[in-house]
């Protein structure tokens, strides 16, 4: 009697074990295939890039085609000037949109509003957001600059800064803002005075991510900074960075140009790794 | 403000003298949260150098009509108090009021310990520095004061300068009741200060509350009615947004006159 009744319970059962198998093996491999592309990236990036690491990367600047040696310092100088300039006015701006966000929302209908259009910041395409500074600074200024780099790739940074931060800023026990207003001390003080200083961590989390994403950010400056043959510490000319000079290298038919540009992209990608891993080890320890 | 605050002070300087004076004054508080009313046409008097107790069953609008003392709810847009909140004989819900000097003359603790992400020390300094210009020595006694004054100054005398969350969460309360009490307001609103606290650190807070009755004007909110019985002067028991009754402790304990009252006594 059991006996028959497990026989005929039997079928059903094991499909569903084998349905269940068949998803567990389908997740398995869709995460097999995302870390084999990126262990595949990586892979060709050392093999290829390896080779033109020296110590001239850092110390010459990018020479002329066919001509051995020659490095990156132009770039990678210019990469840190025009990341610069655009944290320098990404993350205020950021953090002061981010706390209008969390402390000061009113009735909240121009927070919603704000934040709507922070999304659509966030996901607007990084070319669009070069040809716009290209249309409103480069051609008003009359020529390709830097600065006009750094502006853009501001304008990819703060979205980015305001989200994490905003987030940040609301985890923030809501006890702590009273206490501090309960004192009698003003909105504002309160909020530079104890909000900033709990939530520092995690503002400081926002800006390295932020400055993580766009230091590869290629699109925005091929309309703004250009590029530059030489060094020049001069945000007014047009400047030398890394994406740009990896584009142009890859693109070209001259072999040691295409070695510097493999040597550039493990320059950007160890410093974005570095970036992600200092943020994320500054968010837990604060 | 001017007029009010003005008001304030003189009548601070005149009625130093006279023992229970009535510092607070409750006429027709009403509360609403959105549309919701909360607190319905309440009539209480508070009076200097007492201890009273707000006692009654959770959402009777014990914490909301603390709340509306200090306007603490206009941190959030959807709250709004209606009636009369006479400080003084001033009413500090009109909209020309200095909130924060009315904040620094009416303090407030928290249920839960919220020090400052500073040291024990700056947590202290913090709301002196804001509002006084004093030196730092003048500070470093004040500081000193009221950390004596919170019975908590022998415990952490000898690490002023750890940080605030380094310590227990009693400590962390006294700390926070040393912050208000430093800047020398009139009315101490404590907002169940003990809900958060384990027995030991509860007595603590009790004694001290009974200490500071003689330098303050004291209210209480307590879910805890054994809590309101030991340290209150007076008690007033709330249901459903409205003061079911209001009298001097030993006699709201003994003979509730209200049905209500003596079965949320009974109770516990």
């Known amino acids: 009697m059991q006996i028959s009744i497990n026989i005929s319970a039997g079928p059903s059962i094991s499909a569903r074990r084998i349905k269940d198998w068949v998803f567990s093996a389908l997740c398995f491999l869709a995460a097999v295939f995302g870390i084999g592309v990126l262990a595949l990236i990586l892979y060709c990036l050392l093999k290829l890039g390896l080779p033109g690491l020296s110590l001239s990367l850092f110390t010459e600047s990018t020479p002329p085609p066919s001509v051995e040696g020659g490095g990156l310092a132009n770039a990678i100088v210019g990469t840190l000037i025009i990341t610069g300039i655009a944290m320098a006015i990404a993350a205020p701006v950021g953090i002061l949109i981010a706390t209008m966000l969390v402390e000061f929302p009113g009735k909240g209908k121009l927070a919603a509003l704000v934040r709507f259009f922070n999304d659509v910041l966030l996901s607007a395409p990084s070319i669009l957001v070069g040809l716009f500074t290209y249309a409103f600074m480069v051609r008003t200024l009359g020529h390709f600059s830097g600065l006009a780099g750094s502006v853009a790739l501001a304008f990819i940074a703060i979205p980015m800064v305001v989200r994490t931060a905003e987030g940040v800023l609301a985890l923030l026990p809501v006890q702590v803002r009273e206490a501090a207003v309960a004192l009698g001390i003003p909105r ?45 510490g001069n945000p007014m000319q047009p400047m030398a960075n890394l994406p740009v000079v990896m584009f142009n290298y890859a693109l070209s038919p001259y072999e040691n140009w295409q070695n510097l540009a493999w040597a550039g992209a493990i320059l950007i990608t160890v410093s974005i790794l570095g970036l992600s891993v200092v943020a994320r080890i500054f968010f837990r320890t604060r | 403000m001017a007029n009010s ?11 130093a003298a006279p023992h ?12 609403f949260y959105g549309t919701q009313q909360s607190l319905f046409d309440v009539n209480l008097t508070f009076h200097r150098g007492q201890v009273t107790a707000l006692m009654g069953p959770s959402g009777c609008g014990k914490s909301t009509l603390i709340r509306s003392i200090n306007r603490i709810y206009e941190l959030y847009p959807n709250q ?98 040393a912050r208000t009490v430093a800047l020398k307001p009139e009315v101490l609103l404590l907002d169940e200060p003990t809900s958060a606290l384990d027995p030991l650190s509860t007595v603590k807070i009790e004694e001290l509350v009974r200490e500071l009755r003689q330098d303050f004007t004291i209210i209480l909110v307590s879910h805890n009615v054994n809590q309101a019985r ?30 209500r009252t003596k079965i949320f006594i009974e109770s516990f």
């Open chain 1, 188 to 232: 504002w003080k309160v909020t530079v005075l104890i909000i900033w200083r709990a939530a520092a961590g995690g503002i400081v989390t926002a800006i390295l991510l932020a400055t993580a994403r766009i230091t590869g950010e290629t699109a925005p400056l091929l309309f703004t900074a250009l590029s530059n043959n030489f060094f020049t």
């Open chain 2, 5 to 15: 605050s003005h008001a304030a002070k003189q009548d601070h300087k005149a009625e």
């Open chain 2, 80 to 177: 709004r108090a209606a009636g009369e909140v006479l400080f003084h004989g001033a009413n500090v819900l009109e909209p020309g009021i200095d909130v924060n000097d009315l904040r620094l003359k009416i303090g407030m603790v928290f249920q839960k310990p919220t020090p400052f992400p500073m040291t024990i020390f700056e947590n202290v300094a913090f709301g002196l520095k804001r509002h006084y210009k004093m030196t730092p020595a003048e500070i470093e006694e004040r500081v000193e004061w009221a950390l004596t004054k919170s019975a908590l100054w022998s415990e952490v005398k000898d690490k002023l300068h750890k940080a605030g969350t380094a310590l227990s969460g009693g400590q962390q309360q006294r700390l926070c009741i």
């Open chain 2, 20 to 31: 229970k004076a009535a510092v607070l004054e409750l006429k027709k508080l009403c509360f």
């Open chain 2, 230 to 259: 030991r340290i209150s002067d007076e008690t007033v028991f709330m249901e459903a947004g409205r003061v079911v009754e209001v009298r001097k402790t030993s006699e709201l304990f003994g003979s509730p006159k209200d049905q």
